[in-house]
């Protein structure tokens, strides 16, 4: 008897390759676009964390005073072997050497005292900067402190101690070599002494040196009291806070995208199938119970299930059948088959609606109907088709329900039976529509030998619910029995402003039965 032809063999597995037009940079944008409260909140806290330590931080001022760098001949005898900063071929060089001989703890030492500081002349050196300007012949010293006086007084402090101290040094040897050269120039005769250079000739120059400072240091410009902080710097932490926000925002949403398993967007479906989404089912509120029969959804989601029974429909007038599936349990399958049922049978056409789900059957539970014969009974031939059939429901006389009679494990292996198949012929004769309410094939593959047998395959998934991987395994199974979707039905889509010109009105005479239900979302089973 197992002569029934498969009619689900075209399409191959094509239709998992991912469309194009979601890749590259329509991708990045899709991905912002979902996590942009990410971005949001990450620049919202980045940038208050800058202007609480602008607020809190303590403000730190700055003030220079420079020191003008004049060296001596390298090939004068006279100031040879004293200490003084000499001319070279390289006058950065020499620049840089006076800087280094002018921030030295000696320096600050002097300055400490001159100042009655009560930090040590580390802590200052720590506070002080001694750096070449540029080209020129330029020490700039840059003092740090914590108003705009204080930063002045020890930047100029510092600078004069930098003067005193090479001075001192210079006193110091002079001081040790004059006495030396005036014994020889007074053992020497008037002759020798005359000559332009005689020891008497340096003896002077030596003692005109000891009555002034270092000539190759001096204060060239004076530290004045800034007016505004160098830290922290207001505008500067704020960019940085925003920038920062944005780095990490942005990189937080691709980082969620990667590790969150759940369908966030439509574009994600796109990604996986390139299927057409039939419809775009709205919730709204509450999930908790069963499925949602057709007296019980408010009207734009009954407008969304007769758009997805005008897609369905459409292309062929004759009998057909639709398994109706998902990837795994809550997405609003059955919820999705009772309504696509309703609907096609509203319209004057006869419609059997088969309860596949053998192991947690839910259809006749939402109608409240427990059956004396159902699907089990008919695939062991105990009783026909039309006699397990439920037609007198309290909903539409063309609506026909074949529900489960009693669920479980031991049940679930009959609907790989011939007479499974055989079943589906026999209710396509008796109606012009079959819908089938199967298990998610994801998880159980109980019906999966009858998606070759039926006209079309319909798959429910559900935003913010339904993991893509799973969504990919149901693809996977359905391409290894060459099965093609005819689509998706997407539940979870949020409500448009358009979507509320159906709550006023009675659409297809389809409208809640109370204020409480009208606010019931797709409860997904």
């Known amino acids: 008897m197992d002569d029934v032809p498969a009619r689900r063999t075209n399409g191959g597995d094509n239709w998992l390759r991912p469309r194009t037009d979601v890749q590259g940079f329509a991708r990045y944008v899709a991905t912002l676009r979902a996590g942009w409260w990410v971005v949001l909140l990450a620049v919202v806290v980045t940038t208050a964390a800058a202007g609480a330590y602008v607020a809190l931080a303590p403000k730190v001022y700055e003030s220079q005073a420079n020191i003008l760098v004049t060296p001596v001949s390298a090939s004068d005898p006279t100031t040879t072997g004293l200490g003084l900063i000499t001319d070279s071929n390289d006058p950065t060089r020499v620049v840089s050497t006076a800087a280094e001989l002018i921030r030295t703890q000696p320096v600050a030492s002097l300055a400490k005292g001159r100042l009655l500081l009560s930090k040590s002349p580390d802590e200052i050196l720590g506070d002080v900067t001694a750096e070449p300007v540029a080209q020129s012949n330029l020490v700039a010293i840059t003092a740090k402190g914590s108003s705009p006086g204080a930063a002045a007084r020890l930047a100029n402090a510092f600078a004069r101690s930098a003067v005193d101290i090479r001075t001192g040094q210079l006193h110091s040897q002079l001081d040790g070599l004059i006495p030396q050269l005036q014994r020889t120039v007074g053992a020497q005769s008037a002759a020798q002494n005359q000559a332009p250079t005689s020891l008497a000739a340096r003896l002077a120059t030596l003692q005109s040196l000891r009555g002034a400072p270092d000539p190759t240091v001096r204060v060239a410009s004076i530290a004045t009291a800034p007016t505004s902080p160098s830290s922290p710097k207001k505008r500067l932490s704020l960019i940085a806070g925003l920038i920062a926000g ?144 439920i037609v007198d429901h309290g909903y539409d006389r063309n609506l026909m329900l074949l529900l489960v009679e009693r669920g479980g494990l031991g049940m679930v292996d009959r609907l790989s039976l011939p007479t499974a198949r055989q079943l589906i012929r026999e209710a396509e004769k008796l109606a012009d529509y079959v819908i089938i309410d199967s298990p998610p094939l994801s998880e159980v593959t109980d019906v999966l030998p009858l998606a070759q047998h039926v006209d079309d395959v319909l798959i429910v998934a559900r935003l913010g619910h339904s993991r893509l991987n799973k969504l990919a395994h149901l693809g996977e199974l359905l391409a290894q029995q060459h099965v093609r979707p005819a689509g998706i039905a997407l539940v979870g889509v949020k409500r448009t402003p358009e979507s509320a010109y159906y709550q006023e009105e009675d659409v297809e005479g389809v409208l809640p039965q109370n204020a409480e239900s009208a606010e019931v979302a797709v409860r997904a089973t």
């Open 246 to 389: 944005l780095i990490l925002g942005i990189g937080a949403a691709f980082g969620l995208q990667a590790l969150d398993p759940r369908l966030r967007r439509e574009e994600q479906l796109r990604e996986l199938f390139s299927i057409p989404v039939l419809a775009r089912i709205p919730v709204a509120g509450r999930t908790e119970g069963g499925p949602l029969t057709p007296n019980q959804v408010y009207a734009p989601i009954a407008e969304a299930y007769r758009t997805l029974r005008a897609t369905l429909t459409a292309s062929s007038a004759q009998a057909r059948s639709i398994l109706v599936t998902g990837s795994s349990p809550a997405e609003g399958k059955t919820t999705t088959a009772i309504n696509l049922a309703y609907a096609i049978a509203h319209t004057g056409r006869s419609v059997i609606l088969i309860e596949a789900d053998l192991r947690r059957p839910a259809v006749g539970p939402a109608f409240g109907i427990r059956p004396r014969h159902g699907i089990d009974s008919v695939l062991l031939r105990d009783v026909s088709l039309e006699d397990a059939l």
